[in-house]
């Protein structure tokens, strides 16, 4: 079936370094979507990717969409706190939308 | 509020009892999924649902039911639980499976089987 890779499993910085998570699949993806999980919580919406090559920014956030459709990443400039959790991408094909294992972020402060 | 309503949120219960767990959605959501989320492994899709009477198997069916009677309710059946079922699970919705349509989760059920 279907599979989105996503690395790393754990990232663990300090409070200010960057932080970037990466998401690749072996075939072409309709879209892919990014959420993020605090502990003990629920998966959130984030951003959906669309086009080829695109490239959209939720403040200290840019995310990316590979030209073939195929991987994408997730950049978070100068760490928070408030940004640990982990961060999953979620890749459609077809009616179906499968998720990377995500990537625990850690941020030491 | 919209929202994503699971019940229970914890269940400890032992090998063959028959369980229910509950999804309620209030955003008149077409597309309606089961996850089961394991250490390492993600997000796995169980069964969705594109609309009423209509559910398809996800990656990992094998061992669940579920059934999609009114819009608004999708609940994950499990039959005859085993331990390997012990996980924690999500049900999402989202408007439709066209492009730019967000799952919204919710708060998760713990399940533990003995």
């Known amino acids: 079936g279907q599979q989105v890779m996503q690395i790393p499993q754990y990232q663990h910085v300090q409070e200010g370094e960057d932080f970037t998570t990466y998401c690749n699949s072996s075939?072409?993806?309709?879209?892919i979507q990014w959420y993020k999980q605090r502990p003990g919580g629920h998966p959130v919406f984030l951003i959906q990717?669309?086009?080829?090559?695109e490239v959209k920014k939720q403040k200290r956030l840019t995310f990316q969409f590979g030209e073939a459709k195929k991987n994408s990443s997730l950049h978070i400039t100068a760490t928070q706190t408030t940004d640990v959790g982990t961060y999953f991408c979620?890749?459609?094909?077809?009616?179906?939308?499968?998720f990377g294992a995500g990537t625990i972020l850690r941020v030491k402060s | 509020e919209a929202q994503v309503t699971q019940n229970p949120r914890y269940l400890i219960t032992v090998t063959g009892k028959k369980l229910t767990v509950t999804c309620s959605q209030n955003?008149?959501?077409?597309?309606m999924s089961w996850y089961r989320q394991d250490p390492g492994l993600g997000l796995r899709q169980i069964y969705y649902?594109?609309?009423?009477?209509?559910?398809d198997k996800g990656d990992v069916p094998e061992g669940y039911k579920v059934s999609r009677k009114e819009k608004r309710n999708f609940p994950l059946i499990l039959e005859s639980p085993s331990p390997n079922q012990t996980s924690l699970y999500f049900c999402?919705?989202?408007?439709?499976?066209?492009?730019?349509?967000?799952?919204?989760f919710g708060d998760g059920t713990r399940l533990s089987i003995l």
């Open positions: 999402a919705s989202s408007l439709s499976t066209g492009v730019g349509q967000p799952q919204h």
């Open positions: 075939t072409t993806l309709s879209n």
């Open positions: 990717l669309v086009k080829s090559g």
């Open positions: 979620a890749g459609r094909y077809g009616n179906k939308l499968v």
């Open positions: 955003m008149n959501h077409e597309y």
């Open positions: 649902s594109m609309n009423v009477e209509v559910t």
